[in-house]
């Protein structure tokens, strides 16, 4: 039986993935500036296969951000006043299509009470069983 993901491994490739599709990158030209197969950054970016450190650097410079931008808010780093951060399920849903969806639809209402409506609406979608 196959081991789950290292959750910092899915944390970065999540980043990846996510930091990619804004960027409008596929993984095909991603792969090929990196000199690798598209099925091995499918892999990176769930978590399944570790990303090396030069090829860290190299994706981030590929992806024009420094390589702590993978790490941010990744699960078990500390904030100075010792508490862990809040839970990484932003990036998590923003690098679901379904998430990225909703955020661009979302962000274009411009009425205040439609919008604050939409969120209330959704709060008590996700408190039903």
Do not use: C, W
């Not at 944390?11 to 990196?34: A, T």
């Amino acid at each position: 039986m196959a081991e789950s993901p290292n959750p910092v491994d899915r944390h970065v490739g999540i980043r990846v993935r996510m930091r990619r599709q804004e960027l409008g990158v596929s993984q095909s030209h991603l792969s090929g500036k990196l000199g690798i197969t598209f099925q091995q950054v499918q892999k990176y970016e769930k978590g399944t296969n570790r990303i090396g450190s030069s090829r860290l650097q190299h994706i981030a410079n590929i992806l024009n951000v420094p390589v702590s931008f993978f790490f941010e808010d990744a699960p078990g780093q500390f904030k100075a006043s010792g508490k862990a951060p809040s839970s990484a399920f932003v990036d998590e849903f923003l690098a679901d299509d379904d998430g990225r969806a909703l955020v661009r639809a979302f962000v274009r209402i411009r009425n205040d009470k439609v919008r604050h409506t939409i969120v209330e609406l959704v709060k008590h979608i996700a408190e039903r069983p």
